[in-house]
C-alpha cells in the first residue's frame, strides 16, 4: 500500500535454504549502453565543477540556530500544549536553516516517477553485474504507487523471484570503520543513514545507480508541512509524530556539531571535507527518510561468514543483525499478506518469494509486517485502510500520589505490564486488548482486591474478558473506560461523520486534497472509527 515509501518487515532475515532464481537479463540490459552514455551526460551537467560553500556570517547564523535547535530538542515538555509549541519553534529554525543551506543541497536528476524511471537501464546493468538474480519480474510505474514490481509473466505462489548478493546490499558495513561515529553507538538505523549521505556526496560512488532511482522526498511526517501536521490535531499519533520530527532535528543538530565545528583532531574529519562542506538538513532528512522507509534488518557478515567455517548459525549468532537498504528488493510495495523474504545465510544473498499467485502484468507485493496505521503514516508515509493489525494506543499511568501506587504496580508487575504505558484500543470484535483491560482493573481495584490478586496465582486471570471478578469492580472499569474514550473523541475539532463526508467527497472527486492531506483525513477516520466501536462496546458492557 505504499506510494514511493517502503519499511519492510523490520525483523531479522532468516536462514532458508532454497535454490536461487534464475539468472534472467531478459531485455533490461540490452540497450543499455546507449541509455547509461546519454543518461551520464545529463547528470554530468547537473554535477558542479566546484563545491558549494557558504559565507562565514552563514555558518556564523547556523551555528546559532544548530545550538538554540540542542538546547529545545533536549527540552521535556510537560504538556500537549507545550510540545506542540515546540514543534512550531522546531520547524520554525529548521526553515530559516534551509534557506541558509540552500546552495549546499546535491544535484539530483528524479524529481519523480518518470525521472526516475529514466536511470532504469543503468540500475538494471550496474546491479546484474554485480550479481542480482530475477526472473518474471521488472521496475514499473504504478498509479497511486509511483514505482513497484511487476510481474512480466505468471507467477505461482512460492515462486523465487529474485535473488540480491550481500556485495548489493548497503550498510554501516560498507563504511571505513575510521569514518564510522563512535557516538551513534548501536543505532545501526542512524550509522545507515550516515552511510547512505556519505556515497550520495560522492560523485563516483559504487552505489550511484541505486541513490539514482530513489526519489528525491518522501511523505514521511518529516516532510509534512505545519497545516498538514496540524490536521492530526486530536490524533493519539500527533505525539509519536512530534517526536519523530523533535529526534531528528536533534540529530542533525549533534551531526553538524560533530562534523562541520568538529575540531581538526576530531576522528570526523577523516571523513573527507566534502562531508564538513556539504552537510545539511535537507540531505539528512532524505536520509533518515530513506532509512525509515526501506530498511531491513539482515545478518552481519560475520555471521555468514561463522557458517561458511562452521556449517551453522546459533540463535545468538543470528540475532546479530545490523539495518540494510537492498536495492531492486525495496521497490516492492505492501500488501497484507506473510513474511516470504530472507537472508539465506549459506549463500550470503537476500532472497523474496511470491506470497501467493501473480498474474503477468500485475503489481508484486510484499508484505511489511504487523504495523498499525499510525506506524505505517509516521515511518512510511502511507496507510492500509483494510489493515487486520491496526490498533489505536492511549497512554495510561499510576499516579505517584495514589496511596495504593505501590500495590497496583506490583500486580501490573505482575502480568508484564508498565505503570505508565501505551495502551491498545482494536478494531472490532476485539476492541479492548487485554492489557489495557487488565490495567484498568487495576486502576479501580480496592486495597482488599489488590491484596487477594497479588498473592494469587492466578493474576493473569485479570487479563481475561470473562474473569470473575466482583460487579462493583467491573462497573467502574467499564464506566471508566467509556468515560476515557468519550474524552479522546470529544479532543477531535471534527466529528467522525463529518470527517467521512469529507473524504467521500475526495474520492468523488469533489474535492481537492494533495496526498498527505487525503492520507492523514483518512488515517483520522480510520483512528475515530476504532474509538467509536470501542466506545460502544463499553456502553453495552456498563449496561449489561
Request: include cysteine.
Amino acid at each position: 500500500m505504499g506510494k514511493n515509501n517502503r519499511n519492510k518487515n523490520n525483523k531479522s532475515a532468516n536462514n532458508k535454504q532454497q535454490q536461487p532464481a534464475t539468472n534472467t537479463l531478459v531485455d533490461h540490459a540490452q540497450g543499455a549502453q546507449s541509455s547509461s552514455k546519454q543518461l551520464k551526460q545529463q547528470q554530468q551537467q547537473l554535477v558542479p565543477s566546484k563545491r558549494p560553500s557558504l559565507t562565514l556570517q552563514k555558518r556564523n547564523e547556523l551555528s546559532a540556530l544548530i545550538s538554540t535547535l540542542l538546547e529545545i530538542g533536549f527540552k521535556q515538555p510537560t504538556n500537549p500544549k507545550e510540545e506542540w509549541d515546540q514543534y512550531i519553534e522546531i520547524q520554525t529554525l529548521l526553515h530559516r536553516v534551509q534557506i541558509l543551506e540552500a546552495p549546499l543541497r546535491r544535484h539530483t536528476c528524479n524529481p519523480n516517477a518518470s525521472a526516475r524511471m529514466a536511470n532504469i537501464e543503468n540500475f538494471y546493468r550496474w546491479a546484474t553485474e554485480n550479481g542480482l538474480r530475477y526472473d518474471g519480474v521488472r521496475i514499473a510505474q504504478f498509479e497511486g504507487y509511483e514505482l513497484g514490481l511487476e510481474a512480466t509473466r505468471d507467477i505461482a505462489e512460492e515462486e523465487v523471484l529474485f535473488s540480491i548478493p550481500r556485495k548489493l546490499i548497503l550498510s554501516e558495513e560498507n563504511m571505513d570503520l575510521e569514518n564510522s561515529p563512535a557516538q551513534f553507538g548501536s543505532m545501526t538505523n542512524l550509522k545507515l543513514s550516515y552511510a547512505l549521505m556519505l556515497e550520495a556526496l560522492k560523485p563516483n560512488s559504487f552505489w550511484k545507480p541505486y541513490i539514482d532511482l530513489l526519489p528525491e522526498k518522501y511523505n514521511t511526517v518529516l516532510y509534512f508541512t505545519t497545516k498538514e501536521m496540524e490536521m492530526l490535531r486530536g490524533s493519539n499519533a500527533l505525539s509519536s509524530a512530534l517526536k519523530q520530527c523533535k529526534a531528528i532535528a536533534r540529530q542533525y543538530a549533534f551531526l553538524y556539531n560533530c562534523t562541520v565545528q568538529a575540531p581538526r583532531t576530531d576522528k570526523f574529519n577523516s571523513m573527507g571535507q566534502a562531508f564538513k562542506e556539504q552537510f545539511n538538513y535537507e540531505l539528512y532528512r532524505w536520509a533518515v527518510s530513506t532509512v525509515m522507509t526501506r530498511e531491513n534488518m539482515i545478518p552481519r557478515a560475520s555471521v555468514t561468514k561463522k557458517v561458511a567455517t562452521n556449517g551453522a548459525a546459533d540463535a545468538s549468532q543470528q540475532t546479530e543483525t545490523i539495518a540494510a537498504l537492498i536495492p531492486f528488493w525495496d521497490m516492492a510495495n505492501h500488501r497484507q499478506g506473510r513474511v516470504t523474504s530472507f537472508f539465506n545465510l549459506a549463500t550470503d544473498e537476500m532472497e523474496s518469494t511470491a506470497q501467493y499467485d501473480f498474474k503477468k502484468g500485475e503489481q508484486i507485493f510484499i508484505y511489511y509486517g504487523d504495523r498499525c496505521n499510525a506506524d505505517l503514516m509516521i515511518h512510511n508515509g502511507f496507510i492500509n485502510p483494510t489493515n487486520p493489525k491496526d490498533y489505536v494506543c492511549i497512554k495510561l499511568g499510576l499516579g505517584t500520589s495514589d496511596p495504593l501506587f505501590e500495590q497496583r504496580a506490583k500486580l501490573l508487575n505482575l502480568m508484564q505490564i508498565g505503570k505508565n504505558t501505551d495502551l491498545k484500543l482494536l478494531p472490532p470484535p476485539a476492541y479492548i486488548s487485554p492489557e489495557l483491560l487488565a490495567f484498568v482493573r487495576v486502576f479501580n481495584m480496592n486495597v482488599e482486591q489488590l491484596e487477594h490478586w497479588i498473592t494469587s496465582e492466578r493474576a493473569m486471570d485479570i487479563m481475561h474478558i470473562d474473569c470473575a471478578l466482583e460487579t462493583t469492580l467491573e462497573s467502574k472499569t467499564w464506566q471508566y473506560l467509556q468515560t476515557r474514550l468519550m474524552l479522546l473523541l470529544r479532543v477531535f475539532s471534527t466529528t467522525l461523520e463529518a470527517d467521512e463526508a469529507q473524504l467521500a467527497a475526495y474520492k468523488k472527486d469533489e474535492l481537492y486534497l494533495c496526498y498527505v492531506e487525503a492520507m492523514v483525513l483518512e488515517y483520522r477516520v480510520l483512528e475515530k472509527r476504532i474509538l467509536a466501536a470501542a466506545l460502544d462496546y463499553a456502553k453495552q458492557r456498563v449496561k449489561a
